[in-house]
C-alpha cells in the first residue's frame, strides 16, 4: 500500500520561509517523479514542483520560481519542498503526490499523477 505523508505545513508570516516534507512508503521511491501541488479554496489544485526520480531535473510553476526548491533524498523515500520569501497567495493546502514519468509543471495534470499524500495546510498572513 503506497502512503505519501507530508509534513511542515503551518501559519507563518509573509517572508518568512517553511519546509515541507512528504515521506513514501509502498513504493520504489527511486524510480517515481515526484511533485508538489498546491490548492485554495475555491481555486483548483495546480503543480508547483516537480522533480525526476534522480533529482537531476526540476521544474517550478512561474508563481514560485526563485522562491521554492524542490529536492529529494532517495535514501530517504522523502521528496521537500523549501518555501522562502512567502506570500499570503502561497496560502493552499500543499499535497505530494507521484508518478512513474517526469513531467514539467506546465505540461501536467493532477489526473496524471498516480499517488497522493492527505495534504498540509499552509497559511500565510500578511
Known amino acids: 500500500q503506497v502512503q505519501l505523508v507530508e509534513s511542515g505545513g503551518g501559519l507563518v508570516q509573509a517572508g518568512d520561509s517553511l519546509r515541507l516534507s512528504c515521506a513514501a512508503s509502498?513504493?520504489?521511491?527511486?524510480?517515481?517523479?515526484m511533485g508538489w501541488f498546491r490548492q485554495a479554496p475555491g481555486k483548483e489544485r495546480e503543480s508547483v514542483a516537480a522533480?525526476?526520480?534522480?533529482?537531476?531535473?526540476?521544474d517550478y510553476a512561474d508563481s514560485v520560481k526563485g522562491r521554492f526548491t524542490i529536492s529529494r533524498d532517495n535514501a530517504k523515500n522523502t521528496v521537500y519542498l523549501q518555501m522562502n520569501s512567502l506570500k499570503p497567495e502561497d496560502t493552499a493546502v500543499y499535497y505530494c503526490?507521484?508518478?512513474?514519468?517526469?513531467?514539467?509543471?506546465?505540461?501536467?495534470?493532477?489526473?496524471?499523477?498516480?499517488?497522493w499524500g492527505q495534504g498540509t495546510q499552509v497559511t500565510v498572513s500578511s
Open positions: 509502498g513504493l520504489t521511491f527511486s524510480r517515481y517523479a
Open positions: 503526490a507521484a508518478r512513474r514519468n517526469y513531467s514539467n509543471v506546465k505540461t501536467t495534470l493532477p489526473r496524471d499523477w498516480l499517488h
Open positions: 522533480v525526476s526520480w534522480s533529482g537531476s531535473s526540476t
